[in-house]
């Protein structure tokens, strides 16, 4: 069974541009979420989505990002018009309820952004 | 929003030592996670953890949910257990996980 799967592992963009990061969950979770982590800091939440929906939004920038979790495909996170401030990890996560290992949620190894 | 609170920041240990590492929060909690990033980035499950207590190996943990706290126990630690420890709570019902500040861990042979 594999893991939650992040694609392209490192992506480098020049200013102005626009990053498109991917991430396909485990099999059979249904529920996916995406958090930034800039150098030194903590992972921040961004946003939570189910097939087709967007839960919660509330940690996304107002402006240039936006994500996705289609019926069928992978979840892509959207930046527009990227800016040097957005160099950072992007990370992943997955989860099903009612597993034998409860709610536990796992994450992808990270996309990592580096604006030029 | 839940808050995370862990300590301490920084730890230095000697091989060989034990140490603990403490998560608060400040809200009722139905998901607790321990996580281990390595100095590659990758974030390593170790526990899930609502409540109870778990061993793995040299790791133990240990969440009393009544007082709010989870506790990470690390024995005889190794070179390769460094790195940064985060723990990650989701409220009940509701599953937006909020991860806390990190305790960065050297441990030096």
């Known amino acids: 069974n594999a893991g939650v799967m992040q694609n392209p592992r490192h992506l480098v963009r020049r200013r102005g541009q626009e990053a498109r990061l991917r991430c396909s969950p485990m099999?059979?979770?249904?529920?996916v979420y995406w958090y930034r982590q800039l150098p030194e800091e903590g992972l921040k939440f961004m946003v939570y989505?189910?097939?087709?929906?967007?839960?919660?939004e509330s940690g996304m920038p107002k402006e240039r990002f936006s994500a996705e979790f289609p019926k069928e495909g992978p979840s892509i996170l959207r930046i527009q018009q990227v800016v040097r401030g957005d160099s950072a990890a992007y990370f992943c996560?997955?989860?099903?309820?009612?597993?034998?290992?409860?709610?536990?949620?796992?994450f992808g190894e990270g996309s990592w952004l580096t604006v030029v | 929003g839940i808050q995370v609170e862990q300590s301490p920041p920084d730890l230095i240990l000697q091989e060989g030592a034990n140490s603990t590492l403490r998560c608060n929060f400040s809200d009722s909690v139905n998901n607790l996670q321990w996580f281990h990033q390595n100095p590659w980035g990758q974030l390593i499950n170790l526990f899930y953890?609502?409540?109870g207590t778990k061993q793995n190996g040299r790791l133990s943990a240990t969440t009393v949910a009544t007082e709010r706290y989870s506790l990470l126990y690390i024995s005889s630690s190794q070179t390769t257990d460094s790195g940064v420890y985060f723990c990650?709570?989701?409220?009940?019902?509701?599953?937006?996980?909020?991860f806390g500040t990190g305790t960065k861990l050297q441990v030096i042979p």
């Open positions: 996560a997955s989860y099903r309820t009612g597993s034998n290992s409860g709610n536990t949620i796992y």
């Open positions: 989505l189910q097939k087709e929906n967007i839960i919660d």
């Open positions: 099999k059979g979770h249904s529920h």
């Open positions: 953890i609502p409540s």
């Open positions: 990650a709570v989701a409220p009940g019902g509701y599953q937006k996980v909020t």
